[in-house]
């Protein structure tokens, strides 16, 4: 047991006193769902944090359990009338169980110390590991260690995380585009920010983001080096470690593009990081050096759906084979940034496409940032109903615009042996221009700045 909740008891008071316990959020809770407890449901969950920060409660550990069963999916704020800011609670809460140790055990804090503090931390270690696995992979020694069943040697959590690696791929985003693309016409400039997962496993996303920017006029100014967005930190109580490394991507823009004023957007594709990256203002407030700074990012930070709509979405002028998509929302892009309208659009304009909708397409897909690696069992529910809307839908291919939903449908698919193709819409946007035009969609020579080796 601990004293003090620190940062439940630093937010402005109005947030924590938002909630009325009207319960209108309770069915769209994935948790509270599952269980029907009030403590594994939204209003359950705020009233415990009100009560800690009004001094009422004392931090348990099974407060500290019960707020990493959240899934911090936010489907919570999409339903409430009152405009309650779960998001913000949630990781205050998630500060102080950790600020107070109440879930520290060995093996928890290692795994912690390695991915949170110190793989996510440094961009070329975490290349470097993607190499390493890129190469254990590329050699055939995972399908060896596969087939002969070596994984039963793994402890048992890492067997059972096994099965969800994904491939990484050969080149990372740094090989694939200059740091600075210059279309035909210019009328935007933008940064692109190509995340730290994405960059190792989804690669050729941001290749076909810079494709699809390019064709519509947008100059793409992409930094070398980039860190994590910071939600990774921030969503398991480390909010010092997020602002580092809210610091060090605006540098690496300002660097890039000369400064933030010079851009028009800066764009993100991956909905988790989005939610995320559109509150450094609120992240970096209290700093002298970043705050004008953060403020600025946050304006122009844009998904890149978003944007699109924004600047007038091209339709590619030929039309794809015909067939079947569905579209899975990631919860951040839908509740933590409410854009849900915009990907449909994108699928739409590519001819040929028949968007089928998928029941329940804003239900999480038990990802979740780490979800699926903490709380397998609720992931694994969650997985499995996502799955069943998928057959019901017929399409072979599902659309996401979140890495952690696209490795999570990846590995259930492939464990069921379904063969559906997983895509980002503008994956799917760049392949219907370079269908129309092989040439026009892809980087031009006019690029000022050579690409640079990945570390
Ligand atoms: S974030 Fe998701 S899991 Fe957590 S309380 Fe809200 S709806 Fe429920
Ligand atoms: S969080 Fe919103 S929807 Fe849920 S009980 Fe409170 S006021 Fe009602």
Redesign the pocket.
């Known amino acids: 047991m601990s004293a003090t909740p620190g940062h439940l008891a630093r937010l402005d008071y109005a947030v924590l006193q938002q909630c009325m316990h009207c319960g209108m959020?309770l069915p769209?809770?994935?948790?509270?769902d599952a269980t029907k407890l009030e403590r594994?449901?939204?209003r359950g969950?705020?009233s415990l944090m009100r009560a800690l920060a009004d001094g009422e409660l004392q931090l348990t550990k099974a407060f500290g359990e019960e707020m990493y069963?959240?899934?911090?999916?936010?489907?919570?704020?999409s339903?409430c009338p009152a405009g309650v800011n779960?998001?913000e609670m949630?990781e205050a809460a998630r500060a102080d169980i950790e600020a107070a140790g109440l879930l520290d055990n060995p093996k928890r804090n290692f795994v912690r110390w390695f991915t949170v503090k110190f793989i996510f931390t440094r961009p070329r270690l975490l290349r470097l590991l993607g190499r390493c696995l890129y190469l254990y992979q590329a050699l055939g020694l995972q399908t060896l260690f596969r087939k002969l069943r070596l994984t039963v040697l793994l402890p048992q959590s890492l067997r059972e995380l096994e099965p969800l690696t994904p491939t990484v791929r050969r080149h990372f985003s740094d090989a694939l585009i200059r740091e600075v693309e210059t279309p035909a016409q210019r009328r935007y400039r933008v940064g692109l920010l190509t995340g730290c997962v994405q960059d190792l496993i989804y690669s050729e996303i941001n290749r076909d983001t810079a494709d699809v920017l390019l064709a519509h006029d947008c100059e793409v100014y992409t930094p070398r080096l980039q860190h994590c967005c910071g939600s990774l930190h921030a969503h398991n109580g480390e909010l010092e470690l997020a602002r580092r490394m809210a610091r060090e991507n605006i540098i690496a823009i300002e660097k890039s593009a000369g400064s933030l004023e010079a851009l028009d957007a800066i764009i993100t594709n991956a909905g988790g990081c989005g939610s995320h990256l559109k509150h450094y203002d609120h992240l970096l407030h209290d700093d002298p050096a970043f705050a004008g700074r953060a403020a600025a990012w946050s304006r122009k930070l844009k998904d890149v759906h978003e944007w699109l709509a924004e600047i007038g979405l091209r339709p590619p002028p030929m039309a794809v084979a015909p067939q079947r998509v569905t579209y899975h929302e990631s919860?951040h892009l839908c509740?933590g940034q409410k854009i849900s309208h915009a990907p449909r659009e994108v699928l739409r304009a590519i001819g040929g496409l028949e968007l089928v909708e998928l029941p329940e397409s804003n239900w999480?897909c038990g990802s979740?940032g780490i979800y699926n690696i903490t709380q397998p069992e609720m992931a694994g529910k969650l997985l499995a109903r996502k799955l069943r809307h998928l057959e019901g839908t017929q399409a072979p291919i599902v659309a996401s615009a979140n890495p952690g939903c696209s490795v999570q449908l990846e590995a259930g698919l492939r464990q069921a042996r379904r063969p559906v193709r997983v895509v980002h819409p503008v994956s799917l946007l760049a392949e219907a221009f370079r269908r129309a035009h092989p040439k026009s969609a892809r980087p031009p020579a006019a690029s000022t700045r050579q690409p640079s080796p990945s570390a």
């Open positions: 959020c769209t809770c994935p948790t509270y594994h449901g939204p969950r705020i069963y959240c899934l911090g999916c936010l489907a919570c704020m339903a779960y998001a949630f919860c509740h999480c979740a």
